[in-house]
């Protein structure tokens, strides 16, 4: 079960928009809408920014959305703020009724 | 107010057996999946297994079947992630997390597992 695939790192000025894409397969992101990402800042644990592809938790800024396409989901942060600046890991159910999650990106606000 | 507190860090050596707590409150505890992530010093989150404490139904990903245990005590609302022999590559935090859905929406604040001889 590997990982899956997402862009070491992401950077973006403040109050640009950046997205940040995780690839899998048909046996993972393109065959679910479960799709989830998390923003973790060092020394913290992870927090929910987005689950089942789009939907955000309550409290969650709407400068973050989430997509998908095929096997790509990806995660879209609007008006980058320096808070933002953090890694990023998504995760996606898995045909064998587990769940992985992608290697993680780092986002500089530039 | 959904909590997930989890045991103290540890400190052990090559061989020994451990087992770190996950107690959850605020919520009912044997309706929701839980379960624990690896992070490996200065590296990503690797999904480890999930447990239902209503019918300790476990999965486990392939990387740690056979590695660990998962496991769980409804009575006390509390979640397990156990090792019987541990490894100087074991030495990693380790959380426990509340699955909705598909997404771990409360996390422990993490128990610092460190393997040393």
């Known amino acids: 079960q590997s990982a899956l695939t997402q862009p070491a790192s992401v950077s973006g000025s403040p109050g640009q928009a950046i997205t940040i894409s995780c690839t899998g397969t048909s046996s993972d992101v393109g065959g679910y809408n479960y799709v989830s990402w998390y923003q973790q800042h060092p020394g913290k644990a992870p927090k929910l920014m987005i689950y089942?592809?789009?939907k955000r938790p309550s409290g969650v800024s709407n400068r973050f959305s989430g997509s998908k396409s095929g096997n790509t989901a990806s995660l879209t942060i609007s008006g980058l703020q320096a808070e933002d600046e953090a890694d990023y890991y998504c995760s996606s159910y898995t045909s064998s009724s587990t769940y992985v999650f992608g290697n993680g990106t780092k986002v500089t606000v530039l | 107010e959904v909590q997930l507190v989890q045991s103290g860090a540890e400190v052990k050596k090559p061989g020994e057996s451990l087992k770190i707590s996950c107690k959850g409150s605020?919520?009912?505890?044997?309706?929701?999946?839980i379960g624990w992530v690896r992070q490996m010093p200065g590296k990503g989150l690797e999904w480890m297994g999930i447990i239902f404490p209503g019918d300790s139904d476990i999965r486990y990903s392939p990387s740690f079947q056979g590695q660990v245990t998962i496991s769980a005590d409804k009575s006390i609302s509390t979640a397990y992630l156990q090792w019987s022999s541990l490894k100087a590559s074991d030495t990693a935090m380790y959380y426990c997390?509340?699955?909705?859905?598909?997404?771990?929406?409360?996390w422990g604040q993490g128990t610092l597992v460190t393997v040393s001889s």
């Open positions: 089942d592809v789009s």
């Open positions: 997390a509340r699955l909705v859905g598909a997404g771990f929406d409360y």
């Open positions: 605020g919520y009912s505890f044997t309706s929701y999946w």
